[in-house]
Each structure stands twice: as C-alpha cells, then as structure tokens.
C-alpha cells in the first residue's frame, strides 16, 4: 500500500498548456504539502493545506493553484505552463502542522514543459 | 528565519569506509533537525530526527547523527557504508512560519554520497 501517491509520475507538455497533478495519502494525517525540486535538487514548499484549510502559501505565481477536496487529497493545478517551471513536484503530508512532525513523501512528478 | 546549510555537494567514498555528511543550522532557542534520503527516481524519506533529549541520534540502518548545540550542527555519521547507501541525502530544520503561526520544513541544498566498490 503506497502511502503517499503521486499521479502522474511523468508528465510533458508545451508552454502554455494547463496541467494537473494529484495527490492522495491513506495515512490519516491532517496536513499536506507540495513542494518543488529543482535540476540542481533543492527543494522549496509551495503550499501546505491543513485540514482542507490553506496555511502555508509561500511566493508562487498564481498559475499555480492548489485544490483539497477532503484531507486525504491535495491536487496542484498549473495554467499557462513555461519552461521555468520544468522540475519535480512532489506531494508530501504529515500527521499534523507542528515543528515535529516529519514529512512523508510522494514518489514525485517529473513535469518536463517543451 | 531558520536555515541549513550541507557544506559538501558530494562525497565519495569507499564500500565499507566511513563517512560523515555535514549539517549547520542557524541559531535559534529551540531547534527541530531531520535528515532525510532520496534514492534515485523517489521521494525523500525520513532518516532520523532530534527534537529533544539525547543529543545522539539513530537510524535503523546504522546511520547517526549527533546534535551540537555550540557548534549549531547535526553531522550524519555512518561507521561502515555499502553500495546501497549511494543516495542524496538532505539536512533540513523545522521553522516557524510567520503568517500562520505554523512550522514548515526547511530542507538544504543536500549531498550526494557516492559508494564505490
């Protein structure tokens, strides 16, 4: 049983384009995030979600806009795809929001824009 | 804000040699420390955590890493590595996010361990 899964695992398209990613965990925890890994593997949050309810929104353009349906869902959705943002998006969640709790990660979404 | 800084972009060593990955996290009160590992075409998983007590730290598979509070580091130690330790690994420190009042990870540039047989 995956815990945290990611679909698409790859996923290519043009500039310009608009793209969706899901994510879905079966570990029960209350809190989810995105984040972006670069060429070079440094890796940024994007966005958390607690309980559905959005705290975590750091400096990301709004083509990119994040979707809880329920807290075991985080889906990211891209519009106007560029080049800059070729990476790896992976969805990751953690038991609740606090200082100690360790992430758990998605297997990630290698999004290639052409 | 927190931070992490992994002083070694990459370290090759030796199947069955030791190795120690280098930690420095910026000063705080209080501080939560993770390191994490990525093996090829995956996510990150959780290696080990300090969040209080013991200053010494293990893993179950026979990693360590020692909290240092005057030197503001959590070095990751391995006395004897394999083959199948060649992965990336990433520092990273728990920070207070300011709008919320809640805690996001912040994760270093990380360090990519090469085993050679």
């Known amino acids: 049983d995956t815990a945290v899964s990611q679909t698409p695992k790859y996923l290519v398209t043009q500039m310009g384009n608009d793209k969706s990613i899901k994510c879905e965990q079966n570990?029960?925890?209350?809190?989810m995030y995105w984040y972006k890994q670069d060429s070079k593997k440094f890796l940024k949050i994007m966005f958390s979600?607690?309980?559905?309810?959005?705290?975590i929104n750091e400096t990301v353009p709004n083509r990119f806009s994040p979707k809880s349906p329920d807290k075991a869902h985080l889906n990211l959705h891209i519009n106007s795809l560029e080049l800059g943002d070729s990476a790896v998006y992976f969805c990751?969640?953690?038991?609740?929001?606090?200082?100690?709790?360790?992430?758990?990660f998605g297997n990630g979404t290698r999004l290639t824009v052409t | 804000a927190q931070s992490v800084t992994q002083l070694d972009s990459q370290v090759p060593v030796f199947e069955e040699a030791p190795v120690e990955l280098r930690c420095n996290y910026s000063?705080?009160?209080?501080?939560?420390l993770f390191w994490y590992v990525q093996y090829p075409n995956q996510g990150l998983q959780l290696l080990l955590k300090?969040?209080?007590?013991?200053?010494l730290v293990e893993s179950i598979n026979g990693f360590e890493a020692e909290f240092n509070k005057s030197q503001t580091s959590f070095h990751l130690r391995k006395p004897s590595v394999h083959i199948s330790d060649t992965a990336e690994y990433f520092c990273?420190?728990?920070?207070?996010?300011?709008?919320?009042?809640?805690?996001?990870?912040?994760f270093g540039a990380g360090t990519r361990l090469f085993v050679k047989a």
């Open positions: 300090y969040l209080s007590g013991s200053t």
């Open positions: 570990l029960g925890h209350d809190t």
């Open positions: 000063s705080s009160v209080s501080v939560y």
């Open positions: 990273a420190v728990s920070d207070r996010y300011m709008s919320t009042g809640g805690f996001k990870t912040i």
């Open positions: 990751a969640s953690s038991q609740d929001p606090s200082r100690r709790s360790p992430l758990h």
């Open positions: 979600y607690n309980n559905k309810e959005l705290i």
